[in-house]
């Protein structure tokens, strides 16, 4: 168990539609990343948030939108869905800012029919 | 941009056999090499990194090497088990923060029993 907890595990949606992923990081840890991995584009970095402010961001779509909370869990929210939007969505935290040890929930797995 | 390019994509080994994934990358400034191991319904796990003025280094039944001129680094693992079965990533980074860590496409391993 890496202590981030990410859910829901499956999320089942339509074209068009919202959804919001949360992420708990690991105790202590103050930086939260956004992950998508998909067969074609392999594993991608969207975002990252460091103490509640945005700190770099990826190739992530405009529809796309994320957020700390002051109690340091993530919410990243997806909108307008579109079929290819379909992937598994990893959010990782590590202790601070720059190349330390990172550790990776079990992510939620995003299906839009 | 960094570019990274991992072989072989599938790998079949006798257990107690030895396992070698290799990747490339382009951007001749990257100074950090992360492996990383996803086993199946988990999120990638960190299980050695190396740096660029490091030529090799090990970590029990895992090694990992890298060659600067060549722009290529490896990941070796000996007396393989049937629980080291999983996707590796290597990537590449020519910064000090994540968001410019690039993943290789992966290589799925599995040890047979």
């Known amino acids: 168990d890496s202590g981030v907890t990410q859910t829901p595990k499956h999320l089942i949606t339509a074209t068009g539609q919202r959804v919001t992923l949360r992420c708990s990081p690991r105790?202590?840890?103050?930086?939260v990343y956004w992950y998508q991995q998909s067969l074609d584009q392999g594993l991608q970095f969207l975002i990252q948030y460091y103490n509640g402010e945005e700190r770099a961001k990826g190739n992530i779509l405009e529809r796309f939108s994320a957020q700390q909370f002051p109690d340091l869990h993530s919410e990243l929210n997806l909108s307008s869905l579109e079929l290819g939007d379909s992937a598994l969505y990893f959010c990782?935290?590590?202790?601070?800012?720059?190349?330390?040890?990172?550790?990776f929930g079990a992510g939620t797995r995003l299906s839009v029919l | 941009g960094e570019n990274v390019e991992q072989h072989p994509s599938t790998l079949s080994v006798q257990e107690g056999d030895s396992a070698v994934i290799k990747c490339t990358y382009s951007d001749s400034a990257s100074n950090y090499f992360p492996w990383y191991k996803q086993e199946l319904g988990k999120g990638p796990q960190l299980i050695i990194d190396i740096r660029s003025n490091v030529g090799e280094k090990k970590d029990q039944r895992i090694a990992v090497t890298l060659n600067k001129t060549a722009k290529h680094f490896s990941l070796h693992i000996t007396e393989t088990q049937p629980e080291d079965s999983a996707v590796y990533f290597c990537?590449?980074?020519?910064?000090?923060?994540?968001?410019?860590?690039?993943f290789g496409p992966g290589t799925s391993l599995s040890v047979i029993p």
């Open positions: 990537a590449a980074s020519n910064g000090t923060s994540y968001d410019k860590v690039i």
């Open positions: 990782a935290s590590s202790v601070g800012l720059g190349l330390y040890i990172q550790y």
């Open positions: 105790s202590g840890d103050l930086s």
